[in-house]
């Protein structure tokens, strides 16, 4: 009897434990949850992104001939200047001087070549003693000739003396802040016309297919992240440069002068080049979409049960995916998180 009840005890505290052990199994085991969506109507583009500067077409860069000291400053940098405004000029009284001596030894030779004529009457006699003559004159004209081009060099160094510049637009270098400084021939001004700014992209040889001229573009500048810059494409260089990371191409994207008054030499900025674009098409977050072995699958609720959908995608972009078939506005989707 007491046997039979120990028995009993022992079978119930083992039904029990398995109950108390399945139990835990199920209530332990993770519930699969899922995140809902609803497909919706956007307007979408497919964009090529790619890295660029702010550059100017029309610049110059200016500089003295010879060195000198400046006697005179105009504008300062980041002043405004328009064409053939003087800059610059240096102190003439030095090349003066040298213009002095080069109109004395043109004298000199003009003089030393006229009576080389007049001794020769003129004439040249036949003979050794007329080629020794001829060789005479000849080497007395070159000499005149040299004299007469230092002289046209001088008068050019005096010419410009004065530096001015050939455009209209914003003085961005000058090597000295005051006049009654010595200047070298390397010191240098730049002058560039603001009204030509373009945005400089840099283009990989394999994407050059998929560009062309005229293509629409969206610009962004790190200074600015809310403008946003509708433009196109003016033109991409034929001729590549060679970078770190292989050949690229320069491709020179348009900036109106509406948004040029911002704008800046230097800044950087991204470009997206519009390959495809669709107006009011169904899109589902990317995150809304299962792939698997590169097939694009959403979840479907039936009941209480998630079915798999096939669906067939278009453009993404920005985390947003176009929705060709297999979805329409009034399904709910779902995503595992």
């Known amino acids: 009897m007491f046997s039979w009840l120990k028995s009993h005890k022992l079978l119930v505290s083992l039904v029990l434990l398995a109950i108390l052990g399945g139990w835990y199994f199920f209530a332990r085991k993770p519930q699969v949850v899922y995140d809902e969506y609803v497909p919706k109507r956007a307007d979408i583009a497919e964009t090529l992104e790619l890295s660029g500067k702010v550059r100017a077409t029309n610049s110059a860069?200016?500089?003295?001939?010879?060195g000198g000291l400046v006697t005179y400053l105009g504008p300062k940098e980041g002043d405004s200047v328009k064409k053939w405004q003087t800059l610059a000029s240096v102190?003439?009284?030095?090349?003066?001087?040298?213009?002095?001596?080069?109109?004395?030894?043109?004298?000199?030779?003009?003089?030393t070549f006229d009576q080389t004529i007049d001794d020769n009457d003129n004439s040249v006699?036949?003979?050794?003693?007329?080629n020794t003559l001829k060789r005479l004159l000849e080497k007395n004209q070159y000499q005149l000739e040299n004299t007469v081009k230092d002289v046209e060099y001088q008068n050019l160094t005096l010419q410009l003396s004065r530096l001015t510049s050939p455009i209209d637009g914003v003085l961005i270098q000058s090597p000295i802040t005051s006049p009654n400084v010595q200047?070298?021939?390397t010191d240098t001004w730049i002058v560039v016309d603001p009204t030509s700014l373009y945005l400089s992209a840099d283009l990989d040889e394999?994407?050059?297919k998929r560009v062309s001229v005229g293509q629409k573009v969206l610009i962004s500048l790190d200074a600015y992240p809310d403008l946003k810059i509708i433009s196109s494409i003016d033109a991409i260089s034929f001729s590549p440069k060679e970078t770190t990371s292989g050949t690229t191409y320069e491709v020179k994207i348009d900036l109106a002068s509406s948004d040029q008054q911002l704008l800046r030499l230097g800044l950087n900025g991204t470009a997206g080049v519009v390959l495809a674009e669709k107006d009011n098409t169904l899109t589902l977050p990317a995150s809304a979409i299962t792939n698997t072995a590169g097939k694009p699958f959403v979840y479907l609720k039936s009941g209480d049960k998630y079915i798999e959908k096939s669906i067939?995608?278009?453009i993404e972009n920005g985390g947003v995916v176009e929705v060709l078939s297999g979805v329409s506005e009034s399904d709910h989707v779902y995503a595992k998180k």
């Open 312 to 314: 067939e995608t278009g």
């Open 61 to 66: 860069t200016l500089k003295f001939l010879a």
């Open 91 to 111: 102190d003439t009284r030095q090349l003066q001087k040298v213009m002095e001596q080069k109109l004395n030894l043109y004298a000199i030779q003009r003089g």
């Open 125 to 130: 006699p036949a003979g050794d003693l007329g």
């Open 183 to 185: 200047v070298s021939a």
């Open 206 to 208: 394999t994407d050059l």
